[in-house]
C-alpha cells in the first residue's frame, strides 16, 4: 500500500470545485480589489486586480488550447519570478494543463531530465534562459518567452512569433470556458530533491492546490484586507502555496518582487503597507544590517522557527513551521495568536496526523514514539491527492516505498520533542542540505564528482553558514590512495588539477547553489557498517571550522 488515496466519489472538503472555480469565485466577489502586484527594481509597478487577473488568465487558456495543448499535456515553466509565472501557472490550471514549474538556475542537464521525465509539450521561459531551454528540451513543440528578464531589460531581442504575449494575442482571444470541476485532475508538478541521483516529480492534483489555499490561509490566519510581500522563488512551494494560494483564498493582495532585496525590503513593504511575508533566515540576517522604520504595518511574519530573538528587534511577531512539497502545506505549525516556544516549530496541525518514532525503516505501529527530550524520525498522515501529494510523476517504485502499509509519509527528516509537547527541528535525514533556502541532495553532486577520471570514492556533507543555512563540502579520495598509496605522496600538480576537474565538473553541471563551497582530498574515509563512508565523522571533521 503506499498511502490513503483520494478516490473518485469520496466526499472531501472541495468536492465539486477546482481551481478555476475559486479563481471564478474571486473574480465574482472581489472583482476589483488588487490581487497582485508586480514590482521589479525600477519601480515600474503594475496592478492586476481579480477580475483583471481571471480575464487574462482565461485568454492565455485559451492562447495555450489554441496552440494545440490539452488537458493533461504538461507545460514547462522555466522563470524568475514575475508576473508571467502566475498568469502561466493560473492558465494551465484553467486549461487543464499540467504546470511544471522548474528552478530558475538549473543548468542544461537539469532541465534535460525535467522535461524529459513529464514528457513536457512546451514551455514559457524568459530570454537570458530561452537559448537553454530550446538546446536542452528537444521534445517540445513551441516555446514562448517573455519580454523582460526578471524585471530587468532582455538579455538578447525575443522573435516575435516567441513572445509570451502572442500567446493570447496581447489579450484579444476570446476568454476559455470554465470546464467542469474535477478535483483529482492534475494541476501541477515540482521537482525535489530527495535522497536519489534524481529529483523526483512530486504532483498535485487541483484537490491539492485547494488544501494549500484553505489550510495555508486558515494556518497564516490571512484576511481579505492582508498585503503579503513574496520575493521567495515562485517555483517553490512555499512562494506558491504559503503567499500567493494563501492570498487568492483569502481574497487578499500579494506583492511579487523580482528577488530578495534587503536594502529595498522596508522601502517596499511601506509603499505598498504589508502586512504579511513569508522569509527565511538568511533574510532575517540580511534585515539586521539594515535602518528599520520607527513603525510598519506588518503585523506578521512566517519562517523556519517561532518567536526568534530578532522579533523584539523588528517588532513583529514571527510563526514558525514545518512543511514540504510534498505535504503542500505545513504538517506542524506555530500559533499566530498565542505564545509559542521560542526557536520552536510548532505543534501539529489539526489537519494532519504526526509521528516522531525511533525508526524510520519500520511501520509507524511497530516503532516506539519518542518521549518529550527526544528526536526520531518524522512521519506524517493524511489523504494522497488532497493534504499529501498525489504520486512521484513516473516514479511509481519511490511512491511506493515514501508509504508504510498504513499510509504513513516517511519525510525524512529528524525531530526533537521539546518537554512541552511542542516540536523542534533536529536534522535532515539521509544526506539533505538546506543551502540558502535551496534543498540539495548529496547524491546529486556525488553522481556529477564520481564520473570525474582519477576519482575513486567521494561524499558530501553539509557545513554550517552564517548566512545560508549550510554550504556542501566535498571530500575525494583519489584512484592512487584506492590503490595503496599515501595522499602525502601524490605530486602537488597533480591534486590540484584533480581538484580543479571536480571543480569545473561541477560549475558544468550542476546549478550554483549545488556546487561545493569546498573540495577536501582525503585518504581513506572513515567507515560505518558494511563499510559504508561515515559522514558523521566527517561533518565532526568540519566542526568549529570557518566556511
Not at 538546446?135 to 516555446?143: I, N, T, V
Not at 518514532?357 to 516506539?368: K, N, Q, Y
Not at 488532497?386 to 516514479?395: R, T
Not at 527528516?413 to 535525514?429: A, N
Request: with cysteine; hydrophobic share 45%.
Amino acid at each position: 500500500m503506499s498511502g490513503l488515496v483520494l478516490r473518485p466519489g469520496t466526499p472531501h472538503p472541495f468536492s465539486g470545485m477546482d481551481l478555476p472555480w475559486l479563481l471564478a469565485q474571486r473574480a465574482a466577489t472581489r472583482r476589483d480589489h488588487a490581487f497582485l502586484v508586480w514590482a521589479p527594481p525600477d519601480g515600474a509597478v503594475q496592478t492586476w486586480t481579480y477580475g483583471q487577473f481571471v480575464d487574462r488568465v482565461q485568454r492565455l487558456a485559451a492562447g495555450l488550447v489554441r496552440r494545440g495543448l490539452k488537458p493533461g499535456d504538461a507545460l514547462l515553466i522555466h522563470l524568475d519570478n514575475c508576473p508571467e509565472a502566475l498568469l502561466a501557472w493560473y492558465a494551465c490550471a484553467w486549461a487543464g494543463v499540467v504546470a511544471v514549474t522548474t528552478n530558475a538556475r538549473s543548468v542544461a542537464d537539469d532541465l534535460a531530465y525535467f522535461a524529459d521525465h513529464v514528457g513536457a509539450v512546451a514551455a514559457i521561459t524568459q530570454p537570458r534562459f530561452a537559448p537553454l531551454v530550446a538546446q536542452s528540451c528537444k521534445g517540445l513543440r513551441w516555446m514562448a518567452v517573455t519580454a523582460h528578464d526578471n524585471g530587468d531589460p532582455p538579455a538578447a531581442p525575443v522573435e516575435p512569433a516567441q513572445w509570451f504575449d502572442a500567446i493570447d494575442d496581447f489579450g484579444q482571444l476570446a476568454p476559455l470556458p470554465q470546464r467542469p470541476p474535477n478535483p483529482l485532475a492534475p494541476c501541477s508538478v515540482q521537482f525535489t530533491s530527495g535522497t536519489t541521483s534524481r529529483p523526483k516529480a512530486v504532483l498535485w492534483t487541483h484537490a491539492n492546490a485547494l488544501w494549500g489555499a484553505r489550510v495555508n490561509a486558515t494556518h497564516e490566519d490571512l484576511r481579505a484586507t492582508d498585503v503579503h510581500l513574496t520575493f521567495l522563488p515562485l517555483f517553490h512551494t512555499n512562494a506558491q502555496a504559503y503567499s500567493v494560494l494563501a492570498t487568492l483564498w483569502a481574497g487578499g493582495t500579494v506583492v511579487v518582487q523580482p528577488r530578495f532585496s534587503a536594502s529595498r525590503f522596508w522601502a517596499m513593504s511601506l509603499q505598498h503597507r504589508c502586512t504579511w511575508v513569508s522569509l527565511i533566515p538568511f533574510c532575517v540576517k540580511a534585515l539586521m544590517a539594515q535602518d528599520k522604520p520607527a513603525a510598519h504595518h506588518y503585523r506578521q511574519w512566517g519562517s523556519a522557527v517561532n518567536d526568534p530573538p530578532t522579533d523584539a528587534h523588528f517588532g513583529v511577531k514571527t510563526m514558525g513551521w514545518w512543511g514540504m512539497t510534498e505535504t503542500i502545506t505545513h504538517g506542524i505549525v506555530g500559533n499566530p495568536h498565542l505564545p509559542n516556544v521560542p526557536l520552536s516549530i510548532g505543534r501539529p496541525a489539526p489537519e494532519y496526523e504526526i509521528a516522531v518514532v525511533d525508526s524510520d525503516a519500520r511501520p509507524v505501529r511497530d516503532s516506539r514514539a519518542i518521549e518529550p527530550g527526544g528526536s526520531g524520525h518524522l512521519w506524517v498522515r493524511q489523504t494522497r491527492g488532497l493534504g499529501l501529494f498525489a504520486e512521484y510523476l513516473g516514479n511509481a517504485k519511490a511512491t511506493a516505498d515514501a508509504f508504510d502499509p498504513e499510509g504513513w509519509f516517511n519525510t525524512g527528516d529528524m525531530i526533537k520533542v521539546l518537554p512541552d509537547g511542542s516540536l523542534q527541528f533536529g536534522d535532515r535525514h539521509k544526506d539533505m542540505l538546506k543551502v540558502g533556502g535551496e534543498n540539495v541532495a548529496a547524491s546529486e553532486i556525488e553522481r556529477v564528482v564520481l564520473q570525474i577520471p582519477g576519482v575513486h570514492e567521494c561524499a558530501v556533507v553539509a557545513q554550517k553558514h552564517p548566512m545560508l543555512d549550510e554550504v556542501p563540502v566535498l571530500f575525494i579520495r583519489p584512484a592512487e590512495c584506492a590503490q595503496g598509496r599515501a595522499l602525502s605522496s601524490l605530486a602537488a600538480d597533480a591534486l590540484d588539477a584533480l581538484q580543479a576537474r571536480a571543480a569545473a565538473a561541477c560549475a558544468a553541471q550542476l546549478a550554483d547553489f549545488k556546487r561545493p563551497a569546498e573540495i577536501r582530498l582525503i585518504e581513506d574515509f572513515p567507515r560505518s557498517t558494511l563499510e559504508k563512508i561515515a559522514k558523521a565523522q566527517l561533518r565532526e571533521m568540519l566542526k568549529n571550522r570557518s566556511p
